[in-house]
């Protein structure tokens, strides 16, 4: 397979230098990576959407956020959205298995933070407060930035926005002239560490007021070896990733966009299940894949700019979206071999509205609607006698979840200061049917919360800024009705009784963003109430230990962020660093401990030198302390070393070159030294020694 994977990639390299070298200096020009491009949360001069809804300078939103802009995407090459996200300002990484994943935004993670996908919720009934695999169904090459909102955003989102926000956005449609314009691109990635390799082709077309793409991506990811020279068995998997968009102006004011995303890895091992962990002489299961995981997306926004007594401008967006999470297991030392069927159909509709009121306010309101069914099965085999029975499924079957919310927000600008303000009403109905000796449950929660955020002018660079929040969240799906089995010797019984969670963050501080050095550094506060966490019951259930989830936890967040970045004109060189701390403690009836999966101080250092107009070269490092602040929870967990997690610190280097004005090719270096290392509560070690090289072809 290596051998194999080679050759394809000198293949795609030599095509993509010869149709290069034959368009001589035509073809496009892509970006290259010396520019302050809003690529990171440091380089603030830039527009996002995300915090207000609308688009608007980082520098003037009160909210802390992260921005991932594209150069820096196609920079990581990133196999799933995550891999964006190592050391930027505020977002930690968690990979349980290879092709999966989680973000943790201010100790949270999971369905505690909201993910969106061009403005759709990706969170669903059956997403997990606790690392999960869902995000990784996003194709990180098809999009064209990741934008963070940091702390409570339930003004503008509603429930699950407890930790922030996380928006991954595909490109947008735009073409000049009435002539039918052409683009393409072809894109090979290869790493060494993994024997990978990643293809992506795209194909866009349109004129002025009408364009379309197409794209198509393959992944191939054998076994990872590690610092430690070791190759680590079960942590290849395999994606195939498609999009189609399709954006057209249908009246003057008035755009119509249609979009398509599939996306599947068709069997993916659970390395941790699979491997013998902390505290484990043998693994937990002989036989653990998800097969397939699967995620179907189709979304039409009708965008409005056409002034009215109502409204200036206005996106009214239906979405549908069908998460599959099918399983196959099988015990150590069983001969039950199991199979699940899971699915979860999101249904949504939401309406955005934006209105002036002079020349001081700006009102945002609007309302949203989702409708979740959870659709689930379980069938178990004997291997030996062949003996077939039907089982209680992971969730209950039927289950539905559905929330509607209305809301609005006032932005009020005065001289120097700008004040947001905001409410939002969420109510929802949540039903699941009894059965399989689990209760049914029909809840009806509903929440009044609101924020109010501030940014002072000090200079025409520098602001400080404050926010207060509430956030929101009902128990969902998997909080109410998950049964059985669960990593880690567990067995989950339901719990019919919970209550939703919330939370009340406070942030403050600076953000600068001058034409030579540009950062900010915020600290927050975080208490949160009636939290949600599986706690164990002192059961034993089939040899495990019992664990229910619970309305016993009150969690204190704190912490610092800061990111910055100097750009000195000759030679055109960019220092940069950004570093994240972060701390919890949480009450619960047994007493104080830290609170679960909290990250370490963790970030990066780099220097970006242009040497040209066509080449570049960048040196950085990732950093992460030791984390030894172990909940009860983290102790019993085979993924985290109950001695603590180490800190390391690896070097890394890239070097661009755009051979030809159609070619980009890049090499990039990580973990130089070869280090061995683990993030903190990750489920594998991460990769040694690592060479990936890209080629870009535009046409």
Not at 160 to 184: H, I
Not at 349 to 364: A, M, N, P, R, V
Not at 621 to 634: H, K
């Amino acid at each position: 397979m290596r051998n194999t994977t080679t050759m394809m990639v000198l293949t795609v390299l030599a095509f993509s230098i010869g149709q290069a070298m034959a368009a001589g200096n035509g073809g496009a020009n892509g970006d290259m990576t010396g520019e302050c491009r809003g690529d990171d949360a440091a380089c603030l001069d830039t527009v996002q959407v995300t915090a207000t809804k609308r688009p608007e300078s980082t520098l003037d939103v009160p909210a802390a956020t992260t921005i991932v802009g594209g150069a820096r995407l196609r920079e990581t090459a990133p196999q799933t959205p995550m891999d964006a996200l190592h050391g930027e300002v505020g977002t930690f990484v968690q990979q349980t298995t290879p092709g999966q994943g989680v973000v943790i935004v201010r100790g949270l993670k999971g369905s505690e933070v909201l993910h969106l996908v061009d403005g759709f919720r990706l969170n669903n009934a059956i997403f997990r407060n606790a690392p999960n695999q869902y995000i990784a169904l996003v194709d990180g090459q098809s999009l064209d930035r990741i934008e963070v909102v940091r702390g409570p955003s339930s003004t503008l989102y509603g429930g699950d926005a407890m930790g922030g926000v996380v928006q991954m956005l595909t490109p947008e449609l735009r073409f000049e002239g009435n002539d039918w314009q052409w683009n393409g691109r072809l894109r090979a990635i290869a790493g060494s560490a993994d024997d990978s390799l990643i293809g992506r082709a795209e194909l866009s077309g349109g004129r002025e007021g009408m364009g379309f793409s197409l794209g198509v991506t393959s992944q191939e990811v054998n076994d990872l070896r590690s610092g430690d020279g070791e190759t680590r068995p079960f942590t290849g998997f395999t994606q195939r990733s498609a999009d189609f968009k399709w954006q057209g102006d249908i009246a003057p004011g008035h755009e119509l966009m249609f979009s398509l995303q599939y996306s599947q890895q068709p069997r993916t091992p659970r390395h941790d299940a699979l491997v013998p962990g902390f505290g484990q002489t043998a693994p937990e299961n002989a036989i653990f894949f998800f097969e397939p995981q699967e995620r179907r997306f189709a979304q039409l926004r009708w965008r409005i700019d056409a002034p009215n007594a109502l409204f200036d401008d206005a996106e009214l967006h239906l979405g549908r979206q069908v998460i599959v999470d099918d399983r196959r297991t099988r015990a150590t030392g069983t001969p039950n071999l199991e199979r699940e069927y899971n699915r979860d159909t999101t249904t949504g509709i939401t309406g955005q509205f934006g209105k002036s009121l002079g020349s001081e306010h700006h009102l945002s309101y609007g309302f949203e609607f989702h409708r979740d069914v959870v659709d689930s099965a379980k069938t178990r085999v004997n291997v030996n006698t062949g003996a077939f029975s039907v089982r209680a499924p992971r969730f209950p079957d039927g289950s539905t979840m559905r929330n509607w919310a209305i809301y609005v927000g006032d932005d009020w600008r005065r001289g120097r200061f700008d004040l947001n303000t905001g409410l939002r009403y969420s109510k929802y109905d949540i039903e699941i049917p009894a059965g399989a000796g689990a209760p049914g449950v029909s809840l009806s929660p509903d929440d009044l919360t609101g924020n109010i955020g501030m940014a002072f002018e000090l200079s025409e660079s520098t602001r400080i800024v404050a926010n207060l929040g509430r956030g929101f969240r009902a128990p969902n799906i998997f909080d109410l009705g998950v049964f059985g089995p669960r990593p880690g010797n567990r067995f989950s019984s339901p719990n019919p009784n919970l209550k939703p969670e919330n939370v009340i963050s406070l942030d403050a501080g600076l953000k600068f963003g001058g034409e030579r050095f540009s950062g900010e550094i915020i600290a927050f506060r975080s208490e949160y109430r009636d939290k949600i966490t599986s706690v164990l019951t002192g059961n034993i259930v089939d040899g495990a230990l019992e664990v229910q989830n619970r309305n016993v936890t009150r969690l204190d967040l704190w912490g610092i962020e800061a990111g910055a970045r100097y750009r000195m004109p000759s030679p055109d060189l960019e220092l940069y660093a950004t570093a994240t701390y972060t701390r919890g403690d949480e009450d619960t009836d047994t007493g104080t401990m830290p609170a679960d999966r909290v990250p370490p101080l963790f970030g990066k250092l780099g220097a970006r030198w242009q040497l040209r107009d066509t080449l570049s070269v960048e040196g950085y490092g990732l950093y992460a302390a030791g984390q030894d602040r172990l909940s009860a929870r983290d102790l019993i967990d085979p993924r985290v070393n109950p001695n603590g997690t180490a800190g390391w610190g690896t070097l890394n280097a890239r070097v661009a070159w755009r051979a030809l004005p159609a070619l980009e090719l890049s090499l990039r270096a990580e973990n130089l030294a070869d280090k061995h290392y683990r993030e903190h509560g990750s489920g594998l070690d991460e990769p040694g020694r690592n060479f990936i090289l890209t080629a870009d072809y535009r046409f």
